[in-house]
């Protein structure tokens, strides 16, 4: 029979978080000799390397990679090894609802051009208590724990950790019965924007950012199509928006699967480093494709959001079309704005002075020419929150 659904997990340093998301592969309800799952081990240092003598119902491979490549070239790895004509591509510590493989694949035989992400429905969850985990990781599961299984003392997790670093709350059977929902709490990605625009992201223009890896589904013709995982990025985050916005531009229809959850499952967390190369990502990201609806996600770092973010992709795209020649000058100024913002973030330098910071736009010349640029679009009174951000902008 042949394979019809490749399931990519990428992991690095998750065991045991990893064994319970195959042990929840093993629970699909999708025919298990129709699916593969293909885990690639980048270079973990834990009991991963434990998996090559797993045996579950499913085709399954162990790919290891003996030295670190990175999200990215895992990601390519896993699906240059893959058969099935429906890639699934998550994290090893996703535990993926029963019904999931079955749904994400019917959707793509009803769509073939289709994009399904799972951010609406996606929760959090504790299969393990690590010692590493932060204030907020024991006091969240102290107040889930409070009422679903209060044998777990407080007084028991401490003696256990000075045992052991790590504790595991679960066995097969109980992934199984799906009994980590005791320890869940929603943790939807974008939600006010999947509220406003539904689950088709109808009138949002950058419909890229829910291609999150943590979960999401594509046939093989379209990935081949787009081409592979870049490369190029280092460290966390972002690989996953560059090929959402290849996918975005090619044409495929990016939707949200409401009917299936999705739970990751706690590790400890790096956040300080994560945001930094999450910068350092989202500039190589822009670099690669210095579009408006691209750069505009700087302003997010400067407090605003992505719902007015979408604003202005709207009135930039309406004033780009109904004046291709009139606002050059203000066409020019915006990625070389929203660059100078990336580059001053990274090298924690306050965001001023961005009109001096660019030979370009100390021109005089060039300066003229932009100002009397803006205040026409001031005057005109046709696209405000444009004017009104730019003016913002240029005024730091």
């Not at 390519?76 to 090893?92: H, K, W």
């Not at 406003?196 to 009138?203: D, I, Q």
């Amino acid at each position: 029979m042949s394979i019809q659904v490749s399931v990519i997990m990428i992991t690095h340093n998750k065991y045991p978080q990893n064994l319970y998301s195959l042990y929840a592969l093993e629970n699909q309800t999708f025919d298990p000799k129709r699916m593969e799952v293909i885990l690639v081990d980048d270079a973990s240092t834990d009991k991963t390397p434990k998996l090559q003598k797993y045996r579950p119902p499913f085709h399954f491979r162990y790919i290891r990679c003996e030295q670190n490549v990175g999200r990215s070239k895992a990601k390519n790895i896993g699906i240059q090894a893959a058969t099935g004509e429906v890639l699934i591509i998550i994290d090893a510590e996703m535990i993926l609802d029963p019904t999931y493989v079955g749904q994400h694949y019917h959707l793509h035989q009803a769509n073939p051009n289709l994009v399904v992400t799972g951010c609406l429905r996606h929760y959090n969850t504790f299969t393990v208590l690590d010692k590493k985990f932060n204030t907020e990781q024991f006091k969240l599961f102290r107040q889930l724990n409070r009422k679903k299984n209060p044998r777990i003392r407080r007084l028991r997790i401490l003696r256990i950790f000075k045992k052991y670093s790590k504790m595991r709350l679960f066995k097969k059977r109980s992934i199984f019965k799906q009994r980590y929902k005791k320890y869940a709490y929603p943790a939807p990605f974008f939600q006010e924007i999947i509220d406003r625009h539904g689950v088709h992201y109808e009138g949002f223009h950058m419909p890229y950012i829910f291609v999150v890896t943590h979960n999401i589904s594509v046939r093989r013709s379209t990935f081949d199509e787009v081409g592979p995982f870049d490369e190029g990025f280092q460290g966390w985050g972002c690989e996953d928006w560059e090929f959402g916005y290849r996918l975005y531009k090619h044409g495929a229809t990016i939707m949200d699967n409401p009917h299936v959850k999705v739970y990751h499952q706690e590790h400890p967390r790096s956040i300080g480093n994560q945001n930094k190369e999450g910068l350092i990502n989202y500039k190589y990201f822009f670099t690669r494709h210095p579009e408006f609806e691209v750069g505009v996600q700087s302003l997010c770092w400067l407090g605003k959001n992505l719902l007015e973010a979408n604003e202005l992709v709207d009135e930039y795209k309406a004033m780009v079309h109904h004046y291709p020649h009139q606002y050059l000058h203000l066409v020019q100024a915006f990625p070389i704005l929203f660059d100078q913002i990336y580059t001053l973030l990274i090298h924690d330098m306050p965001v001023v002075n961005l009109m001096n910071e660019s030979e370009t736009m100390r021109d005089e010349q060039w300066n003229n020419a932009f100002l009397s640029e803006l205040n026409l679009l001031k005057s005109s009174g046709e696209y405000p929150k444009l004017a009104a951000h730019l003016e913002w902008l240029i005024s730091k």
